[in-house]
């Protein structure tokens, strides 16, 4: 197992600058960098991605017409684009490996202060968005598989089916509408994870003002996740139920609860397991971008998609690898945990 876990530690290594490389070769070729939107913010035209893309010789992009030759060199040294892409890249990587981020271009702090500071927003939505779909999927796909075929199975499938066609936003915009002053109800609050006199509030009043503004936008997130993961509780579940040794377990007599939690559950729960990294991964990241800004929620997904768009290339790459790290031990853990629900399975007999 210890042979097992170190070869994947050393195989994050190569992934992670395969990954840097990847996405700062197409950096290179999109337009209107940090250098040129300096530029044309001096000139008092905005901040659109216009002119030579980011590798290119902003002096000769029809932005920086009119200005001092001395300026633009200038601003291109600030930026780091007085080097070459080849160096800027080799000193990303050499930075990259003694956990340097860097500062932002545009927001006066280093990415690691800025990742810390949005950090609660985007872990309160994905740890307890996470949590809530496994508490009710798992439970929900094993009644569905014990009752299979029954009415309870056909209007719950329908019912879940229905949440998971419902796209997230418009999810959230409905509950607003209902739930948050649209009508005639005002019940929650649409905009930040606390109220503004947080601090004033007792103990048991900042951890009841903390959920009260959590619970609209952790359910738009889980109402769709539900479907996924239910459905593949309950057919591995079923899958397991054609097992011969659970034939052999009920003609020994076994009560059904028995079968079900002393040998089914075991087996059929390595399926639902294999899913957890994808699924916390794809909450935690993924689904939360526009639930935050629909919300006014300031996260970790609202902070990467405007460093993209303004071209704050540290926060952009920085947070790439702080994410892309985070993924790749969280599908370690995820293989890890199966040994933990079948201790047959020996990591240490594969050649990975």
């Given at each position: 197992?210890?042979?097992?876990?170190?070869?994947r530690?050393?195989?994050?290594i190569?992934?992670?600058?395969?990954?840097l490389l990847?996405?700062?070769?197409i950096v290179?070729?999109a337009?209107?960098?940090?250098?040129?939107?300096?530029?044309a913010?001096?000139?008092?035209?905005?901040?659109?991605g216009?002119?030579?893309?980011?590798?290119e010789s902003?002096?000769?992009s029809?932005?920086?017409r009119?200005?001092d030759?001395?300026?633009i060199?200038?601003?291109e040294?600030?930026?780091?684009?007085?080097?070459?892409a080849?160096?800027?890249?080799?000193?990303?990587?050499?930075n990259y490996a003694?956990l340097?981020f860097?500062?932002?271009f545009?927001r006066?702090?280093?990415?690691?202060e800025?990742?810390?500071?949005k950090?609660?927003?985007t872990?309160?939505?994905?740890l307890w968005?996470?949590?809530?779909t496994?508490l009710?999927?798992?439970p929900?796909g094993i009644r569905?598989?014990v009752r299979?075929?029954?009415s309870?199975d056909?209007?719950?499938?329908?019912?879940?089916v229905?949440?998971?066609?419902?796209?997230?936003?418009?999810?959230?915009m409905?509950?607003?509408v209902?739930?948050a002053?649209?009508?005639?109800l005002?019940?929650?609050p649409?905009r930040?994870l606390?109220?503004?006199?947080?601090d004033?509030l007792s103990?048991?009043?900042k951890?009841a003002?903390y959920f009260?503004?959590?619970?609209?936008?952790?359910?738009a997130?889980?109402?769709?996740?539900?479907?996924t993961?239910?459905i593949?509780?309950?057919?591995?579940?079923?899958?397991?139920?054609?097992r011969?040794y659970?034939?052999?377990?009920?003609?020994k007599?076994?009560?059904e609860?028995?079968?079900?939690?002393?040998?089914v559950f075991?087996?059929?729960?390595?399926?639902?397991?294999?899913?957890i990294?994808?699924a916390?991964?794809?909450v935690?990241?993924a689904?939360s971008?526009?639930?935050?800004?629909i919300?006014s929620?300031d996260?970790l997904g609202?902070?990467s998609?405007e460093a993209?768009?303004?071209r704050d290339?540290p926060?952009?790459?920085?947070?790439?690898f702080i994410?892309?790290?985070?993924?790749?031990l969280?599908?370690?853990i995820?293989?890890?945990c199966?040994t933990?629900v079948?201790?047959?399975?020996?990591?240490?007999?594969r050649?990975?």
């Amino acid at each position: 197992m210890f042979a097992y876990i170190v070869r994947r530690l050393l195989l994050i290594i190569p992934t992670l600058v395969i990954i840097l490389l990847v996405n700062f070769v197409i950096v290179q070729a999109a337009p209107g960098g940090p250098v040129e939107q300096a530029i044309a913010h001096l000139q008092g035209i905005g901040g659109g991605g216009v002119g030579a893309g980011a590798g290119e010789s902003v002096g000769a992009s029809r932005a920086s017409r009119g200005l001092d030759p001395k300026l633009i060199k200038d601003i291109e040294k600030q930026y780091g684009f007085d080097k070459s892409a080849p160096e800027r890249l080799w000193l990303m990587l050499r930075n990259y490996a003694q956990l340097d981020f860097g500062n932002s271009f545009f927001r006066g702090k280093t990415v690691i202060e800025l990742i810390l500071e949005k950090m609660p927003v985007t872990l309160s939505l994905g740890l307890w968005a996470t949590l809530i779909t496994y508490l009710v999927s798992i439970p929900l796909g094993i009644r569905k598989a014990v009752r299979h075929g029954s009415s309870f199975d056909v209007w719950s499938s329908t019912a879940i089916v229905i949440g998971y066609a419902m796209p997230a936003f418009l999810f959230a915009m409905f509950l607003i509408v209902v739930f948050a002053g649209g009508t005639s109800l005002n019940w929650f609050p649409v905009r930040g994870l606390v109220s503004d006199n947080f601090d004033e509030l007792s103990t048991v009043g900042k951890v009841a003002d903390y959920f009260w503004h959590l619970v609209l936008p952790v359910t738009a997130l889980v109402i769709g996740g539900f479907a996924t993961l239910t459905i593949l509780t309950k057919n591995s579940f079923l899958n397991e139920f054609t097992r011969q040794y659970v034939v052999t377990a009920r003609a020994k007599g076994l009560s059904e609860r028995r079968v079900l939690y002393g040998h089914v559950f075991r087996n059929a729960m390595l399926l639902v397991i294999s899913g957890i990294p994808q699924a916390f991964i794809s909450v935690f990241f993924a689904g939360s971008l526009l639930i935050e800004v629909i919300f006014s929620l300031d996260g970790l997904g609202r902070m990467s998609y405007e460093a993209a768009v303004s071209r704050d290339y540290p926060v952009v790459f920085g947070s790439l690898f702080i994410f892309t790290l985070f993924g790749l031990l969280i599908k370690l853990i995820g293989d890890l945990c199966y040994t933990l629900v079948d201790p047959r399975i020996d990591f240490a007999a594969r050649n990975a």
